[in-house]
């Protein structure tokens, strides 16, 4: 890495990478919390005593989970999005100032 | 005295990690993490359309680093201008020891591909005319070897007519069975009825094109048959193994950690006619790639 820019561009990388797990991975942790709590709720749902209530915070878990995990994902995305085009404007400055 | 790894040292290992892992990703999105194809000379970049290295020899001795590494990899324990190119060229004379860096992530095929159109435009702007070439492969390097001659042959390559010497150590012609193990998991990991077990065989599934390429040893382009090893050229194979008894359990579950003695031979491969074999029994992996004993039997084969 030379140059300033260079190191920008380098760290705008790492930025994008970084924030495109967070929104890969908030959507695979997710899945993995779904489905780990739906082994339990699985065994609640067969017993009769605890059915309707376990119904209803299933539910509500599975609601705010997703809005949690979802919202991550988002701000992931955003991020990513914003170092790639930050980079790439970057890139373009600089081929434009080697060229002049 | 401790020596520390520069920032950017450590920089340009984070992006030859990434690469290794998501290289093809990280090309496609244009991310600055994917590690460009470039060629060093005494530690330099050099120029393909004018390279100007201190002293240029008539004979070129390249190193190929494998997955994950960079041209440091080669670099002898606390002699970091060492390396078996520059042992070479002090036995050989008039040669130059020339490094390459790469991205591991992407196809191997495609690696050769710009691998044989780097060498040809390397020779056509040499400074002086060049009479030999050396190729040194470790690891993934090897099968890159492969893939740039078969290419390289394919174009009609001025380089290629010069018959080169090439040199694989410690490469996964038949594959590596970590990589294979890899494969296996997440196939395995994606059939079961289990959401969270699927996402743990998805996140293995991620992994990069050239790691990919691993398990089989895959040097060509899909749908290619396998080719045969350059007509012409030399070809030397050389591996390692973990422990000092060739006959060691461990030597026959891990071979040199990542790659068997069989697969570093291609024994599955038909038709290979090799200049030289040679196994280090006790020397892993990565030690193979500046190993005193390797140095010595270059030599022996090269020099």
Known sequence: MKGPDNNTQWWLGVTELVAQGMHHGAVKLKRVHLSIADESFRVLDVIPATRPGSRLVRVCHHGIARVSYDSVSLAGRVIAEGAASAGARLAMRRQDMTET | MVSVPSAGRVQQHISAIASGFLGDWLEHRGNPLAVPMTVFADGEALDLQNPQPAVPGSVLCLSIHGLMELESVWDFPAR?????????????????????????????????QDLAALLERLVSNWPVPVKRIVLIGHSMGGLLIRSACHYGAANDHRWVSLNPDCVYIGSPHDGSWLAVGAHKAAGWLNRVPRDYLKVVGEVIDLRSEGIRNLSRGDAFEPGTSDQPLLHGARH???????????????????????????????????????????????????????????SQQLQEWLA
């Open chain 2, 80 to 112: 970091p201008d060492e390396h078996y190119g520059t042992h070479l060229a002090n036995t050989l004379g008039d040669t130059s020891a020339l490094k390459l860096r790469f991205n591991t992530g992407r196809p191997i095929y495609r690696n050769g």
């Open chain 2, 236 to 294: 030397y194979v050389i591996s390692g193994l973990l422990a000092k008894g060739e006959r060691h359990p461990v030597n026959v579950l891990f071979g040199d950690a990542l790659v068997h003695q069989s697969s570093a031979r291609g024994d599955r491969r038909e038709g290979w006619e090799l200049a030289g074999i040679a196994n280090f029994p006790g020397v892993d992996h990565i030690r193979l790639a500046h190993h005193p004993l390797v």
